[in-house]
């Protein structure tokens, strides 16, 4: 399967982005999907994700601002961020494998990738 990601911008401190990963092939309900971001001169770290028994999973400064869903029918992930800090910069991936719950904030984990799509947050 191949993904694609999209909704990436500019927008102001405190705005929102819906970020979009389209997967090319349908996958299936038994495989995880994630957003990870890769802020400037940092390594990529964990956004979000919907595990296979369909629980939502948050990094810790995510809570409370990004909400990630799953819609099976048109084979898409979305990211919706509200609130978005300077510190929210970065190019977001969105990422999918097979493998049990518990280690689904690790990127290794994950065994296809999306592109990437870049979100600035300045003013």
Same mark, same amino acid.
């Given at each position: 399967?191949?993904?694609?990601?999209?909704?990436?911008?500019?927008?102001?401190?405190?705005?929102?982005?819906?970020? @979009?990963?389209?997967?090319?092939?349908?996958?299936?309900?038994?495989?995880?999907?994630?957003?990870?971001?890769?802020?400037?001169?940092?390594?990529?770290?964990?956004? =979000?994700?919907?595990?296979? @028994?369909?629980?939502?999973?948050?990094?810790? @400064?995510?809570?409370?601002?990004?909400?990630?869903? !799953?819609?099976?029918?048109?084979?898409?992930?979305?990211?919706?961020?509200?609130?978005?800090?300077?510190?929210?910069?970065?190019?977001?991936?969105? =990422?999918?494998? !097979?493998?049990?719950?518990?280690?689904?904030?690790? !990127? !290794?984990?994950? @065994? =296809?990738?999306?592109?990437?799509?870049?979100?600035?947050?300045?003013?």
């Amino acid at each position: 399967v191949q993904l694609q990601a999209s909704g990436g911008g500019l927008v102001q401190p405190g705005g929102s982005l819906r970020l @979009s990963c389209l997967a090319s092939g349908r996958i299936s309900s038994d495989y995880n999907v994630g957003w990870f971001r890769q802020p400037p001169g940092k390594e990529r770290e964990f956004v =979000a994700a919907i595990g296979r @028994s369909t629980i939502t999973y948050y990094g810790d @400064s995510m809570k409370g601002r990004f909400t990630i869903s !799953r819609d099976y029918a048109k084979n898409t992930v979305d990211l919706q961020m509200n609130s978005l800090k300077p510190e929210d910069t970065a190019v977001y991936y969105c =990422a999918t494998g !097979r493998f049990p719950d518990e280690w689904i904030k690790l !990127r !290794r984990m994950y @065994s =296809a990738w999306g592109q990437g799509t870049l979100v600035t947050v300045s003013s």
